[in-house]
Nanobody, 125 residues
Framework: QVQLVESGGGLVQAGGSLRLSCAAS????????MGWFRQAPGKEREFVAA????????YYADSVQGRFTISRDNAENTMYLKMNSLKPEDTADYYC??????????????????WGRGTRVTVSS
């Protein structure tokens, strides 16, 4: 089992940047595929980005491609999401997730077994 804790959210102006972190407990972090999802008020949770356990592949939602970068440090049991050129529509609660399913499911919530509690990102116009 793994526990996940997000940090790094906050209030930023449009065009600004933030870096989210997801700290994982346990010794098996490196075996998990990891992902970021977000949920805006009144909307369903949506996929943002994902990275395989081996760091070999990354995936991005079209809406963040080219602006967000996902990475992980298996030695530090931490995953990151660097967000540049933020837009008001990026405002949401951001959640990190860990899973062991096939990479086929990495862009959907069903691909993940464990979730953090989220960190709020607010982008002002």
């Amino acid at each position: 089992q793994v526990q996940l804790v997000e940090s790094g959210g906050g209030l930023v102006q449009a065009g600004g940047s933030l870096r989210l972190s997801c700290a994982a407990s346990g010794r098996t972090f490196s075996t998990y595929n990891m992902g970021w999802f977000r949920q805006a008020p009144g909307k369903e949770r949506e996929f943002v980005a994902a990275i395989t356990n081996s760091n070999s592949r990354t995936y991005y939602a079209d809406s963040v491609q080219g602006r967000f970068t996902i990475s992980r440090d298996n030695a530090e049991n931490t995953m990151y999401l660097k967000m540049n050129s933020l837009k008001p529509e990026d405002t949401a609660d951001y959640y990190c997730a860990a899973g062991t399913s096939s990479t086929y499911y990495m862009t959907t919530p069903r691909g993940y077994n464990y979730w953090g509690r989220g960190t709020r990102v607010t982008v002002s116009s």
